[in-house]
């Protein structure tokens, strides 16, 4: 329910996005399995280390959207060669507020922002139809991919020193 004002919280916005997003899909469309942690809404298709996103971001005012390839680095350079390649189309279909990036050292991107002030029904809409044609344009390419590729392993995490490593590390900074 939104506030007085009509602003969202962020989880109210995630779901009315969400909802909207798929409602505005056909009906034959592949349905995603969908994974929630607090304010991320992730969609994929077989591999979970590559997925759709949606997150707002209230402290920094910001919503992104996106395809994350966050598994295995030379995974994900084969995933962000596959969408540049097909960079010319799948621009035409989305337009040029997206951008197509080197996350962090692993991940990578293709994924634009939203600026707001407030997160509201409207700027859900907005963010809605843009994920609608976002999974429209990419489906396909994503499933194709799946299968060429099998599923990725999701990058491991390095494990956090312990509590004498981390003491080692300090005296030998000293």
């Known amino acids: 329910m939104p506030n007085r004002d009509g602003t969202l919280k962020a989880r109210e916005f995630l779901f009315a996005t ?34 759709f996103e949606l997150q707002p971001q209230v ?7 996106g395809l994350h390839f966050e598994g295995l680095l030379e995974n994900n350079e084969r995933w962000a060669q ?13 337009g040029p507020d997206w951008e197509l990036e080197e996350w962090t050292a692993s991940w990578r991107r293709l994924h634009r922002v939203y600026s707001f002030g ?7 809409s907005d963010v809605a139809a843009d994920f609608t044609l976002l999974m429209m344009t990419l489906q396909s390419l994503v499933a194709d991919g799946v ?3 099998g599923p990725s392993k999701p990058q491991a995490a390095r494990a956090a020193p312990s509590r004498s490593e981390r003491w080692h590390r300090k005296r030998a900074r000293r």
Do not use: C
């Not at 402290?59 to 959207?65: D, F």
């Open 59 to 65: 402290s920094r005012g910001r919503v992104e959207l």
């Open 147 to 149: 299968a060429e590729f």
């Open 18 to 51: 969400e909802d909207m997003a798929l409602a505005g899909l056909p009906k034959s469309f592949p349905q995603p399995e969908r994974r929630v942690m607090w304010t991320i809404l992730q969609f994929h298709y077989g591999d979970p280390s590559v997925h």
């Open 82 to 94: 596959r969408v540049a390649d097909n960079a010319v189309p799948i621009a035409g279909a989305l």
């Open 118 to 124: 407030k997160l509201t029904r409207g700027l859900a």
